[in-house]
């Protein structure tokens, strides 16, 4: 762990002109204007922000975890990393982080996921696949374009511990992150970002509880 490089931020909270505290298990979406700086806190820790984005002129150009994998050689997002989009465009790139790794391989948790990888009596359970869904119908992007289940693709997992091991098994780990720490992007387009604060209680990457994050923009300065 001690090898992460962090990285830290000069901006001050205090001059951003959007600051929210998103509660456990909540959704959220937002525009995030080119030029514009995007942090995401992990208020208390070990808090799992799935995270999508699409390029906001034109929402079936999206994120893209394997053309951002690709670019980079590398599976983990951190500051320097480019978040590339299916049609090759670079949507964000990661310009400060204290948590110092990020995973784009887990992918999102959904109610059928939970009962193949915890119990069948789990099915009930909110999940992020639900908050990305709910957001993406309620949301009404530039020239009326809409977002669909088909767009619902490969995520982020901010903050969220998932190690390939040397046999390339992927392995859901207890947290490495801690109150307070945070990850800020630059827009290099104008985006639509769309967050589910993780409400996952089957899982480690989270501690079994759901924290509330805060999120942040400042205009280019
Ligand atoms: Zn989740």
Redesign the pocket.
Known sequence: MSTFILTESKLEPAKAIYDFTLPAGDGWMHEIKRGQTFRIVDLEGNQ?V?TLFYNAHDLSDRYSAQDTIREQRNIYLTTGTKLMSTRGNVLMTIVADTCGRHDTLGG??AQESNMVRYALDKRHMH??RNSFLKGALEWSGRGGQRLEKRDITSNINFFMNVPVTPKGELTFEDGISDAGKYVELEAEVDVVAVI?N???LNNPCNAYDPTPIQVLIWDRS
């Open positions: 799992a799935d999102a948790c999940a992020c589910s993780c409400p996952q």
